[in-house]
């Protein structure tokens, strides 16, 4: 199970206990946002990408949305997201729990800009009813991100900050 694998991961980092298991689910930006209790903008979306045959995801704040533009010029093509299937096949992790955390080798992540706004975020851990509040810097470093990236619209103007 995929949040099994997150836990395991955040065990040996003596995190497992950060884990937040839900009584309800927290598939959506608006449902986790419910189940935390904060604003949906703090929520840490992770979306998955086909890049080249590999998995890309892209980790963005709750009220962002993928500027097309933007994506192009940075992984140089169109942003394809991966079906439901493809997300598990490639991830581990089933559509409502894909997270930066306990990913396959090869799967790349990036953490857009749109999350350094807020002290903490939280991001799913594995399933559809978890999540962990993490700073900007914890989740870059356990997630293993490959930097800071500028994909996203729509955040600045948004009343959610």
């Known amino acids: 199970m995929s949040i099994e694998r997150v836990k395991e991961y955040f065990r040996t980092l003596g995190r497992e206990g950060d884990i937040l298991e839900f009584p309800v689910s927290s598939a959506t930006v608006e449902l986790a946002a419910q189940a935390v ?4 903008a703090r929520i840490a979306k992770t979306l998955s990408f086909l890049v080249e045959d590999k998995c890309v995801l892209i980790v963005a704040a709750g009220d962002a ?4 533009s ?3 010029a940075m992984f140089h093509t169109k942003a394809k997201m991966l079906t439901p299937e493809q997300a598990v096949e490639m991830t581990g ?3 409502g729990g894909v997270c930066p955390f306990a990913n396959p080798e090869g799967v790349e992540t990036y953490l857009d800009i749109s999350l350094k706004r807020f ?3 939280f991001p799913a851990a594995g ?12 989740l870059a470093e356990h997630s293993h991100s490959l930097g800071w ?3 996203c619209k ?3 103007d948004s009343s959610n900050q």
């Open 93 to 95: 992790h089933a559509v």
């Open 154 to 156: 729509a955040w600045q």
């Open 37 to 40: 209790g904060v604003i949906p």
């Open 70 to 72: 933007k994506y192009k």
């Open 149 to 151: 990236v500028d994909v």
């Open 127 to 138: 399933s559809s009813n978890s999540a962990i509040e993490l700073s900007c810097e914890e």
């Open 119 to 121: 002290d903490t975020v």
């Open 65 to 68: 949305k993928v500027d097309n």
